[in-house]
Every structure is written in C-alpha cells, then in structure tokens.
C-alpha cells in the first residue's frame, strides 16, 4: 500500500514537471472560460428555467476539451517508460503490476481533478454576483462536476489501456482519441435511430445523454455503474497488458 | 558457502533465436562475480531473468532460495539492479529521485534520508543532490544509477554493465566501490571489458552465444588454457651457443630469438616449472649479460579470445 502512495505521488509529481500539463490546463482553462462568458451571456438576457450548467457541461467545447484533453494526459503514462527504458527499474522494483498500474490511473485522475479545480471559481462568480432571493442551485452544480468525474475516469482508463499497448506516445494518443471517439459518436445512435431497441441500448452508452441528465441535476445508477464498471474493466485489461510481457 | 544465485539449465528464447540456452550456475553468498562475454551473448537477458523483468523460456534461477518467477516480489527486495542503459527519470533532482527510489523499495521514512545520504557518498553524488538527473553528464547518471541500486542495502547487487562510459578516474571510484562491497554484499556484474574483471572480481563466467565456457578465477583460468609458460630472455652473447644451452634446460621445447637494438630477445617456451633461475644460472655460468628475465602473462583477453573461438569453431 505504501508503495502505491510513493508511486502514485510520483505519477502526480510528473505530470507538474512536465510542459504539456501546463499547456494543456491552459488550452483548457481557456476554452471553459469562453463557456463561462457564454453561460454569463445567457444570465445576462434575462432566459429563465434554463439548466445553466449545461452551458459549462453539455456544450461542444466540453466535449471538443475532454476528448482530446484524455489523450494526451495519458499517452506518456507507460509509452514514455517503455521508450526511455524506465520501465525496467519500475518492474525490478519490489511492487506489484496492480499497484503500478492503479498509481499511474489514480495519478492521472487526480490531475483531471486538479484541472478541473480551478473552474470552482465560476461557482463562486456566479454566487457572488446573483441576488439573494435567487441564488444558483447548488444540486445540479455538484452533479454535473460529479458527472464530468465519473466520464473522466472511464476515458482515462482507456488511455491508461492504450498507453500501455505501446512505447509510442503518439501512437497511443490517436487509439485512445479513435477508442474515444468511437464510444461517444456511437453514443449518438441513442438520437439517430428509428428503431426503439437500438435507442435504448445506445442510451446506456450514450455520454452526451448522460451529462445531459447529470447538468439538470438527476443522477441515475446506471451511468454511474456504467463508467465504474468501464474503468474497472480497463484498468483489468491494462493489469493484463502488462503482465502479458512475463507470459512470452 | 550458502549460494545467493543458482540457476539451472535456464533457456531464454526469442523469436528465431536462443539468447540464452541450457545455462547452470551458481554464485556464493559474499562472491564478486563477473559476467564476461561479447556483445549479444546473453548477458543481459540472464541478468534481467534473475532481476526478474523478463521470465524464462524454461530451466529455473533462484535468488536467495526465492525462484524469479514464483517468488518475484520476494526476489526483488533482495536485489539491486542496474540496467545496462542506466534508466532515470530526467526531469527529477538527484535527492528526490534516489528517496523515491528507496521508499519504493520499503526503506521507512526515518532510514531514507540518512540512507540516501550514505549511498551518496558512496558513489560520489554529494555535490550534486540538487541538480536535475537529466541535465546530468553521464558519468554522474551512471553513478545515480548505482547509488539508486544499493540504496536499499540488497543482499544481491546485479549491475549490467557499470563502468560502460564513464572516463577512467570514474571507472577507478566505480571498482572501488564494488570491492568495497564485496563481503557484505554479493554482486554479479557483466562487462565486455576484460582487464574490469580482472581487478574487481574473484570469479568470472564467461559466455557466448548464451552458453557458459568457462567459470574459474581469473588466476587459474589463465594456468588451465595457458599448458606451458613462455619465458623472455634479453641477453648479449654468442647467438648459436645460447639457443643450444637453452635447449638443455628441462622442459624446453622451443627456442627463437630475434634482434632487439644489439641485444638478442630469447622466446623459451618450456612446460609448467618454472626455469628463470635456471636461465639465470646458465647466464652466470656462461658470461652472458642478462639485461631482462621475465614470464609473459598471457592476458585474459587471449584466454577469451581462445575460449570464444574454440565455442564458434565447434558450432
């Protein structure tokens, strides 16, 4: 257990020490702030009844940000060791392949958390700024961060996978935004097809329909245990993928 | 003596090829042991086998009575294993990354920072604790590499080539450290450099093309393939007198002699006794000046080059 705390802190140490965080929280941070003027916008028009978090949640640039954001944050995670060859001192190391691969995963995450963080002044703008008899709702706020972490940490399991594939980064960041890419377009099935079977199985996959739900406040179970059991998988799959070089 | 490494009929094969084929060994507890062979005979990937990155094709290896692969975890707190490229992490400091790397190996947190600071004194690092390991020449990663391999006072001590780039002071403070390590410690370490392991270890395994040739001390391989001596004498006298006594020496069995400036160099071959002061004797009896008597050692290079040869000619 001590050993994955050193590991995980190491995971979350690199990616601070490493340029592209930097560009990518700001690539980020820049694209939410545009959300955010247009979410002000709407305020500022005087619109009623609208779920505002949708602006910040449900919108094309969050999507365009977390489908190309994942791969690149977790393209290095074992591309970059296997490259350099760090790899070998990680797995001579008295830690087990399970702890190595949850360390870099949670790592990950906590930077997806750490990227996100600074957005929480946007709640607290909002507070601010609205009047007291009609100040912003708190439960669809909480549920669409709550939704925004629950898709994050399946798709960085994913990346985690396809980082794990390959010593190239570069290789791993297009199948992990090709993977991404094809689970949230496929989503869309949920709102094209004329047959009701295929609506309602697409539905249960379907990321736009679920952070929809989850930026007007409702959190259902079965996105919930979708993306849990979806990360979960993953990051079985990628435990396997790295043991798999002790089965040659 | 306890054995810390055995390994038995180990075979690692690749795809199309055999880099390791039937190979037994055994080191003793305290034992330095060298690993001698040409490029691409097997050395590492046997060194990694037992560091247990990579598994074995079949045949078994324990490390301290725990086999690499069943008992991975148990094998790896024991060893301390440096890779043949040096790996580091550039983007970390020399402090953080040699107390990452030994509370990764379980060193507690109240030991780590003391132990950090032995082992960097040990190899030399003291004055670069807060430099970047990436900005660092590579003679100092090597050394990072080696700090970063003994932090955690392993019992075994695998080092894959560890004085590969560094320039010949360093090479010096690297050897020292390895004899200092010596008696506590068991350390195996391969090089393709020969007179490295005839200053560092007590043992050396030499192979090629993933077989062991040949496993003796340095001293007494040199006895086993050399048969006879060869010894030089520099002496001025009357040429065909002095080839003639020679020949009367015991054991003698070929005598050539060439001009050096105006002095006659002798080549005495002659069997394993060894005939210098009779030679010195013959000298004295007959007037001859002597101005040089020696043994020629035949090097360990020579010893590899036979024992490689003679592996490639029976293939």
Not at chain 1, 45 to 62: H, I, K, T
Not at chain 1, 155 to 172: H, K
Not at chain 2, 16 to 30: L, P
Not at chain 2, 224 to 238: K, N, P
Request: charged content about 20%; proline content about 4%; overall charge positive.
């Amino acid at each position: 257990m001590s050993a994955f705390f050193t590991l995980w802190r190491r995971e979350l140490a690199a990616y601070f020490l490493s340029p592209i965080a930097y560009v990518m929280m700001m690539f980020f941070l820049v694209i939410m702030g545009f959300s955010f003027w247009l979410l002000a916008n709407v305020l500022a028009q005087g619109v009623e009844g609208v779920p505002l978090m949708r602006e910040l949640f449900d919108s094309f640039f969050f999507w365009i940000t977390t489908l190309t954001l994942v791969p690149v944050l977790t393209m290095r995670l074992f591309a970059e060791e296997k490259r350099s060859g760090t790899i070998e001192m990680l797995m001579t190391a008295p830690v087990s392949d399970t702890a190595v691969v949850l360390a870099k995963y949670f790592g990950a995450v906590a930077f997806y958390v750490a990227i996100w963080a600074p957005t929480v002044l946007y709640v607290l703008i909002l507070r601010w700024f609205s009047p007291m008899s009609a100040p912003p709702d708190l439960g669809p706020i909480a549920s669409s961060y709550f939704g925004a972490l629950l898709i994050g940490s399946f798709y960085l399991a994913i990346g985690l996978f396809c980082s794990a594939m390959t010593r190239n980064q570069i290789v791993a960041a297009i199948v992990c935004f090709a993977l991404l890419s094809v689970l949230f377009f496929g989503g869309f099935i949920a709102f094209i097809s004329r047959v009701d079977t295929v609506r309602e199985v697409a539905n249960y996959f379907c990321s736009l329909a679920h952070m929809r739900e989850f930026a007007r406040g409702a959190v259902d179970t079965r996105p919930v245990v979708f993306y849990l059991s979806g990360a979960a998988l993953m990051l079985f799959a990628t435990v396997k993928l790295v043991e798999a070089r002790k089965w040659k | 003596m306890e054995n810390m490494i055995e390994v038995k009929n180990l075979t690692k094969r690749f795809a199309g090829c055999r880099a390791v084929d039937d190979v037994s060994f055994t080191v003793g507890k305290g034992e330095v042991v060298g690993f001698l062979g040409p490029n691409g005979a097997g050395k590492s990937t046997t060194m990694r086998i037992l560091a247990c990155y990579l598994p074995a094709s079949s045949g078994e290896a324990k490390v301290a009575g725990f086999d690499v692969f069943r008992h991975s975890l148990e094998v790896r707190r024991r060893i301390g294993y440096l890779p043949e490229s040096t790996p580091l992490y550039p983007e970390m400091r020399v402090d953080e990354y040699l107390s990452y790397r030994a509370a990764l190996k379980g060193v507690g947190s109240r030991r780590r920072r003391p132990r950090v600071n032995e082992v960097k004194e040990l190899c030399g690092l003291t004055d670069v604790g807060r430099r970047i390991v990436g900005q660092l020449s590579k003679g100092y990663r090597q050394r990072v590499g080696m700090a970063d391999a003994l932090v955690h006072d392993p019992e075994l001590i695998i080092l894959d080539e560890p004085t590969i780039g560094l320039d010949p002071n360093q090479i010096r403070q690297v050897r020292e450290v390895i004899r200092n390590l010596a008696p506590k410690h068991t350390v195996l370490l391969s090089t393709h450099i020969l007179p490295e392991v005839e200053v560092t270890c007590q043992r050396v395994l030499i192979i090629n093309r993933g077989r062991i040739v040949a496993s003796d001390s340095p001293d007494r391989l040199r006895t086993r393939l050399q048969g006879g001596r060869e010894i030089v004498a520099e002496l001025r006298g009357a040429k065909g007198d002095v080839a003639q006594e020679l020949y009367q020496l015991p054991g003698v069995t070929r005598v050539t002699a060439e001009a050096v400036e105006d002095w006659t160099r002798f080549r005495i071959e002659c069997g394993t006794e060894d005939i210098r002061p009779l030679v010195f004797a013959a000298a004295a009896r007959s007037g001859w000046t002597l101005r040089e008597l020696r043994q020629e050692k035949q090097s360990l290079e020579d010893i590899f080059a036979a024992l490689t040869r003679v592996e490639q000619e029976s293939k």
